[in-house]
């Protein structure tokens, strides 16, 4: 018999040879008919292979994630089997599971092409092949016998995939009439296939090398319910409505310019409000945790990045060198902040004593991405980093980040983040050569963090293998309105840079010690958690932050005095906003406004001017009715209170 532990704990015996499926029955009927695969001692597997040993199991479905990517996986091999029906003598390359949805590569032929007018025909033969409820079928298979079978099918993709394979590596899956070099898993059968939708279809180098064939990516996604499908499409459309960069240019936050250069954003008079406003807000919370502000040069020379190796890191992809009259001297524009701070560090001797020392800035970098990377302000070429590094002793780390982790809580809760998860990434146990650092040190690193998550009770995952090669880390990974993924914020420990720099403190028995270097950014990149956030908020952003908190509405220019007045008294008291002051009917000024997103509109005429006071409609809600400014200041002070 073998011992089976389960996600709560409990232990259930079955036979060796038993399934996973055969234990999700056990457990419950209605988990074994959601089952779609199962995690054996952290690796995914076909819900109908056999258990062997004792392990830890756990019942994937479709809420879970590597459920869903099993589901997705399967669903490329359908898709796959389709096009082989519909276009003779394709061939396969990859088709993997993506965030939504699946992928596959394939090269059609000369002379073949496939568009969205396509898709339909191959949406309609995907889902008859569902309906056949093929099962998924594993196999191990020689290296020989899988070389004979690609050649003599003429896939060449295939083949090239199986030189780095051994015997003992190499599996097949079939389901109905088709055959894939795969490792899997996959779920039970295509029953559950119930809904299917071709997205995109794009060009893909053969593994990503330009020298290669250029292949047709194709772009899908698939669900167990129609209605899921639906749904999914009207997610889709909302994000089309919340996309950052047309709201960026509705709502005048910035802009790009050819002539200024691509990925290269100017903020308009509104976004650099809202901009600095992040700033200030931030700002005011590090000083109260205890950091230091400060401002480095935007270039520096070669050999402080050399030193850093972020020039052997970003080398071929930063800015070219700048040049200067001296011959031999060149500078860099900065691709990070951190060998800076490693040397404002280095300005003064450091006892144990004066650790830590934080220091932050909102430091801008600059890394040249390929133009067919560049996407809005997600993924620009000069970006500013809430960036700070705190340097402080062993003993130390875990109290450090626990404080980070607050500020971290503290700009998403004031920022309306609340789903997350923080995930503590750890070296891989099994290949320590390509981590820098004693055993000890990384020991103490990775208890402190997996201590301090516990402490502040942060839903978290571990991720073997994805710690940086100089120290662990911890990522928020934030889930946005529309249940889109987004890492939002960083913690992550260095011993490297203080190795590299030289850096130094004094330990009590007078000996010279090594500082860890923690580097945190809770935004990140300002203009990427710009873009985020303004696709979180549909650019309805929390009433502290958003440009313009108010604008008055003179129903003819009669009142534009008035109006005038009015805006000078809110502004008086803090409030942001203007006057639109445009010969234009009352309806249209209220249609504009509403469509800037402006949280509140003051109307004021004839009435409002007699007796001093303001007519109010909120965006989003309508008419509030009439009311004294002193009413409405208070109102909307209360609500700043309380969102802070």
Known sequence: MLNI???????????SGSTGHALANSISEGLARNALAVRVNGEVRDLHRPLTEDAKVEILTWNDEAGKATYWHSSAHLMAEALEILYPGVKLAIGPAVENGFYYDVDLGEGRSISSEDFPEIEKKMLELAKTKSRFIRQEISKADAIAYFQEKQDPYKLELLENLEDGQITFYTQGGFTDLCRGPHIPDTSSIKAAKLMNVAGAYWRGDEKNK??????????????????????????????????GKELKLFAFSEKVGAGLPLWLPKGTALRERLEQFLRKAQVKAGYQPVVTPHIGAKELYVTSGHYEKYGADSFQ?????????????????????????????????????????????YRYEQSGELHGLTRVRGFTQDDAHIFCRPDQVKEEFKKVIDLVLYVFKNLGFENYTAQISLRDPENKTKYIGSDENWALAEAAIQEAAVEKGLPTVTELGEAAFYGPKLDFMVRDALGRR?????????????????????????????????????????????????????????????????????????????ANEVKAQLEQRELRGTVDARDERIGRKIRDAEMSKIPYLLVVGEKEAQDNIISVRKHGEGDLGSMPLDAFVKSVQSQVVEAM
Not at 5 to 15: K, M, Y
């Open 5 to 15: 532990t389960l996600p709560d704990g409990s232990v259930r015996q079955v036979e």
């Open 214 to 247: 250029q292949l047709t990516r194709l772009y899908g996604i698939t669900f167990q319910k129609a209605k899921d499908l639906t749904e999914y499409l009207e997610r889709l459309e909302e994000a089309k409505r919340r996309d950052h960069r047309k709201l």
């Open 321 to 365: 060198p700048i040049k200067t009259p001296n011959p031999g001297e060149e500078f860099f524009l900065k691709p990070m902040n951190c060998p800076h701070h490693c040397e404002i560090y280095k300005t003064e001797p450091r006892s144990y004593r004066d650790l830590p020392v934080r220091y932050a800035e909102f430091g801008t970098v």
């Open 486 to 562: 987004w890492q939002l914020g960083t913690i992550q420990v260095d011993y490297n840079l203080p190795e590299r720099f030289d850096l130094e403190y004094v330990a009590p028995d007078n000996s010279r010690q090594r500082p860890v270097m923690l580097h945190r950014a809770p935004f990140g990149s300002l203009e990427r958690f710009v873009a985020v956030l303004i696709e979180h908020c549909a650019g309805n952003f929390p009433l502290w932050l958003t440009p313009e908190q108010f604008i008055v509405l003179p129903i003819s220019d009669k009142y534009i005095d008035y």
